[in-house]
């Protein structure tokens, strides 16, 4: 399967805790996203990079959130002192470079990890 | 900032019916691209159908057709001949052309129900 990759799919922790999460992208994908939805909701924007330039963030994102993509393959997004309301799924989503108005580049999404903060 | 709106929390359709999502936005651009994703119990979301604001023509992908209305800003997904695979959360997007990074923004979604 070549499809976008993401561990754990499942973490409990207690609050005050620290959290990593892996997203694995589909290869020659450049551009990688982070979404987070909360339940009964639609996916939010968290922040997005091409290669390993973290481009964009959401001010959802807040000083104890971190992402990273050392090498332009692989990203990790790590929540320090969770917190009960960081309880969420936590989406990864790649796609191909921009092609401009013909191109539509899908984001193919992974299964997502679920957190829950007790 | 480009909001999306889905006004139906739940729709239930009998097998082999049709039933018709809504989703209206707002937005000051004139070139995005609008999406549905279907999003299975416990499954990852995955792409039914994408429509281009520049094209007049109506996006169809099998069973599924859109009804998109640029002027009203309103783009509804039709499914026909359900199937109790369609049974999902789906999800209309909205991806700008311009903006940097193309994130999608979501609108809160409506699940669907499919009656044996």
């Known amino acids: 399967d070549t499809g976008v990759s993401q561990n754990p799919r499942h973490k409990i922790t207690k609050r005050g805790q620290n959290v990593t999460f892996r997203c694995d992208p589909i290869?020659?994908?450049?551009?990688l996203y982070w979404y987070r939805q909360t339940l009964g909701q639609g996916p939010e924007f968290l922040t997005y990079f091409q290669n390993e330039a973290q481009l964009e963030k959401s001010r959802l994102l807040s000083d104890r959130f971190s992402a990273e993509r050392p090498k332009g393959s692989f990203s990790t997004l790590e929540i320090q002192r969770t917190e009960q309301g960081d309880s969420a799924m936590y989406l990864c989503?790649?796609?191909?470079?921009?092609?401009?108005?013909?191109?539509?580049?899908?984001?193919?999404f992974g299964p997502g990890t679920r957190l829950t903060v007790l | 900032a480009q909001t999306v709106t889905q006004s139906q929390p739940e729709m239930s359709v009998q097998e082999a019916e049709t039933v018709t999502l809504s989703c209206t936005y707002d937005t000051s651009e004139s070139d995005y691209y609008l999406f549905w994703y279907k999003q299975p119990p416990s499954r990852q979301m995955i792409l039914v159908i994408r429509?281009?604001?520049?094209?007049?023509q109506n996006a169809t992908e099998n069973r599924f057709s859109v009804n998109f209305q640029k002027a009203a800003k309103s783009f509804s997904l039709k499914i026909s001949d359900s199937q109790l695979g369609d049974a999902a959360m789906y999800f209309c997007?909205?991806?700008?052309?311009?903006?940097?990074?193309?994130?999608?923004?979501f609108g809160g979604g409506t699940r669907v129900l499919v009656k044996p």
């Open positions: 989503a790649s796609s191909r470079p921009f092609r401009g108005l013909a191109g539509g580049n899908e984001q193919f």
């Open positions: 997007a909205y991806r700008s052309d311009k903006a940097a990074g193309n994130k999608l923004t």
């Open positions: 290869s020659e994908h450049n551009r």
């Open positions: 429509q281009e604001a520049y094209k007049q």
